[in-house]
């Protein structure tokens, strides 16, 4: 797990390799990302959007916006957190991630954004 905390908001991600949606032989190895994203802030905030950089290991480079994540624009409260799985295919067994989500804290409509730690997408065979 990797973990980052920016203006008062943490975000921590985990990895999973998705074997049986992969296919390796035609490039295509998928897999899937669980997010927290708490509030240590005293201020309660909402997920407006996302912006993501995904790198495969063979150099090819794509970027991802779009508003909220999986649907959602949430609100988080002060020492509450938000979760969601989601995934990413690469045409590689090895690859990354990193990102930032864009903020407003309600109080006063003040717009931040918060930095999504790079992390690994990488095929357990690779490990060994």
């Given at each position: 797990m990797v973990t980052t905390i920016t203006d008062g908001v943490k975000v921590s991600i985990e990895t999973i390799?998705?074997?049986e949606y992969s296919n390796p032989a035609n490039d295509h190895f998928m897999f899937?990302?669980?997010?927290?994203i708490e509030n240590m802030s005293n201020y309660a905030i909402q997920l407006i959007s996302r912006h993501w950089y995904i790198f495969d290991s063979n150099g090819a480079k794509r970027e991802v916006e779009g508003e909220g994540v999986v649907g959602q624009q949430p609100v988080i409260e002060p020492g509450h957190a938000h979760e969601y799985v989601s995934g990413c295919n690469l045409k590689t067994d090895m690859g990354s991630?990193?990102?930032e989500y864009q903020m407003t804290r309600l109080?006063?409509?003040a717009s931040f954004n918060?930095?999504?730690?790079e992390f690994?997408?990488?095929a357990p065979y690779r490990m060994n």
């Open positions: 390799y998705q074997p899937a990302y669980k997010v927290s991630m990193k990102g109080m006063d409509n918060v930095q999504i730690p690994y997408l990488i």
